[in-house]
């Protein structure tokens, strides 16, 4: 996977279930830390069965993902008024496959906005399908304690020491540049 390729990014769920497609994101950074994908004019293709999300829609904000080695979660950190969140998905760590980009999404998530504040998702949604799909003691106790050290004040701090807004700010003059 090169600089500026264009690839996919499969959401399962535990199940095999390929229940989110992001078509063609590109590549903006890789290294021994992470890979970062501009997600911006990315068309989702979102299947959730029995849900009314349904839908095929499109990443409209600056937003850049990461996928870093070897972590039960991934990040997307977002520009809007020179500010940036993050949206924080647990998951396995990701696999590349098949030109894609391949991760099992365990359903919490953790916004973090840019004063640090943070706010759980989707935890009614994990307790269900910890049952439905069989995660097991030791799955749902990785989960529950990477959930912990992501809301810890000292992983929010170098968070955002680490993806910032001049990092992103380098990686929006890269795209232009090209």
């Not at 759980?120 to 799955?139: M, Q, T």
């Amino acid at each position: 996977m090169k600089i500026g390729k264009k690839i996919m990014i499969h959401g399962y769920k535990k199940n095999g279930w390929l229940y989110r497609t992001w078509e063609f994101p590109k590549i903006i950074e890789k290294n021994d830390e992470y890979l970062c994908v501009y997600l911006k004019n990315t068309s989702i293709i979102t299947s959730e069965k029995f849900s009314k999300r349904n839908f095929h829609s499109k990443n409209l904000k600056d937003s850049y993902w990461f996928f870093l080695k070897d972590e039960w979660f991934n990040i997307v950190a977002t520009v809007v008024d020179n500010n940036v969140s993050y949206y924080i998905n647990l998951s396995s760590p990701f696999i590349i496959e098949e030109e894609a980009i391949k991760y099992i999404d365990f359903d919490i998530d953790v916004k973090i906005d840019q004063n640090g504040n943070f706010k759980i998702l989707d935890k009614k949604e994990f307790d269900e399908h910890k049952k439905e799909f069989d995660y097991g003691n030791k799955l749902t106790k990785i989960i529950e304690l990477e959930c912990e050290k992501i809301i810890d004040k000292k992983f929010i701090d170098y968070l955002t020491k680490k993806i910032n807004k001049e990092l992103l700010d380098g990686f929006e003059k890269r795209l232009r540049n090209e």
